[in-house]
């Protein structure tokens, strides 16, 4: 047995659960969820120098699909501009969606890095300062893109300041 095995099931057993709902959350896709979370772990335990602590790993995991995520979101946006060259691209009626598509939708609607601010402020509970930190931008770009982020969503739910007083 490898020696970073016993690492990799013990960070698999305790937080594997937790990896994928994050990753869920950020990309809205259970497959595609999965596939981020087995990139960022395949990144992680590539590397020759691996760390034995669970907690350090798994933040460093979420790390690696935070940043994958941002990355595969500017390239799909760089190639949704130019695959008209090259396809027709058909257009589908998503009127029948229910109401958890319509929330997964306006998710989608958000820039990555509004995406990610979200994720990050309520779904992991971090404070302005920590999302900063994570994302390496400023307290303020933070506070625009979450702000932005509400203002996008509210729109796209139709949720008004009354109906969440």
Known sequence: MADWEPVFRALLASRGGALRSYAYLLT???????????????RVFSRRRIGADVNELEAYVRRAMLNQYIDSRRRLKRWNATRHLLVDVPHHDDDQLAVADEVRQALAALSPKQRACVVLRYYEDLTITE????????????????????TKLATQLGVTEESTQ
């Open 28 to 42: 809205g896709d259970a497959t595609t969820a999965s596939d981020l979370v087995q990139e960022a772990l395949t």
């Open 131 to 150: 999302i900063a930190d994570e994302l390496d931008c400023a307290e303020g770009t933070v506070k625009r893109h979450l702000a932005d982020a509400r």
